[in-house]
Nanobody, 128 residues
């Protein structure tokens, strides 16, 4: 059974850093694109950062460019999201998602409808 589990969330002060992890089980990540999404309170889920199966193509939301970095270790079946210089507006539940669908464009890779399998999320709160 395919399962994704996020971890690494928590409470951090503005300007701080967190590293989120997404652990996959029941399948190998080698052939899956992975997306990180977030859902702030009262808002829709949005794409944060997405990476193709080989890690050669990435997409970042404009709001996180230069602050967040996505990486993957297929040998460990793990994907990571390093978040630096966190801001209060980064507060949200963060989800990872997996997809084997063909990638038609980098932009298309980072929308919720591209992904069929989702984790349950991890809360990130940025507050002083």
């Amino acid at each position: 059974q395919l399962q994704l589990v996020e971890s690494g969330g928590g409470l951090v002060q503005p300007g701080g850093s967190l590293r989120l992890s997404c652990a996959a089980s029941g399948f190998t990540l080698d052939y899956y694109a992975i997306g990180w999404f977030r859902q702030p309170p009262g808002k829709e889920r949005e794409g944060v950062s997405c990476v193709d199966s080989r890690g050669s193509s990435t997409k970042y939301a404009d709001s996180v460019k230069g602050r967040f970095t996505v990486s993957r270790d297929n040998d460990k079946n793990m994907v990571y999201l390093q978040m630096n210089n966190l801001k209060p507006e980064d507060t949200a539940i963060y989800y990872c998602a997996a997809s084997r669908s063909p990638i038609t464009s980098v932009q298309a890779m980072c929308v919720t409808t591209f992904y069929a399998d989702w984790g349950r999320g991890t809360q990130v709160t940025v507050s002083s």
